[in-house]
């Protein structure tokens, strides 16, 4: 079942660690990347396609991204798969993320697709976050802020989903 904006930013903070800021403590690389290539297998699978899969991420807070091509989308615009290296954390984004604005997504953004993509993430026991939650201000306990312009605050995408 998913989780409400409330306890999705909860949760985040809950995750937050200024000393583990690539991976949590405990991280299991097998483990990972094993649920990881499950997820890319089920989604070209579910949408009978080739993905593109990006698994040699490194200095980062994300394991590794999964493109589901626009030709198999009922949206018309890729999907773009974002799974952080904490707490089973995924970014699910209509185009590149960034693309679109919150609401223009929620417009494009085909509930066929979305309903596909979630059941995999479902099943994999991955938590999705809303991309829009992802571009507010970070305010956790690390010191993202001091690798940052001022002009250009971090933001908890930085800090789960971002190159470090």
């Known amino acids: 079942m998913p989780l409400d904006d409330r306890h999705i930013l909860a949760l985040l903070k809950d995750l937050d660690d200024p000393?583990?800021?690539?991976?949590?403590?405990?991280?299991?690389?097998?483990?990972?990347?094993?649920r990881f290539d499950k997820l890319a297998a089920r989604l070209e699978q579910q949408f009978h396609c080739i993905c593109s899969v990006d698994r040699?991420?490194?200095?980062?807070?994300?394991?590794?991204?999964?493109?589901?091509?626009?030709?198999a989308t009922a949206s018309g615009d890729r999907i773009t798969i974002t799974v952080s290296n904490?707490?089973?954390?995924?970014?699910?984004?209509?185009?590149?993320?960034?693309?679109?604005?919150?609401?223009?997504?929620?417009?494009?953004?085909?509930?066929?697709?979305?309903?596909?993509?979630?059941?995999?993430l479902e099943a994999l026991r991955y938590v999705?976050?809303?991309e829009h939650l992802l571009h507010e201000r970070y305010d956790g306990v690390g010191n993202l802020a001091a690798r940052h312009p001022r002009k250009h605050p971090p933001t908890w995408w930085d800090r789960f989903f971002d190159y470090l």
């Open 56 to 71: 040699g991420v490194q200095d980062a807070s994300h394991h590794g991204t999964i493109v589901i091509p626009a030709a």
């Open 19 to 34: 000393d583990h800021t690539e991976v949590p403590r405990h991280y299991d690389h097998a483990e990972a990347r094993a």
């Open 86 to 120: 904490f707490g089973n954390l995924v970014a699910m984004t209509l185009g590149n993320p960034g693309s679109y604005a919150e609401d223009e997504e929620r417009l494009l953004f085909e509930s066929t697709d979305r309903r596909r993509v979630d059941d995999e």
């Open 128 to 130: 999705a976050v809303s």
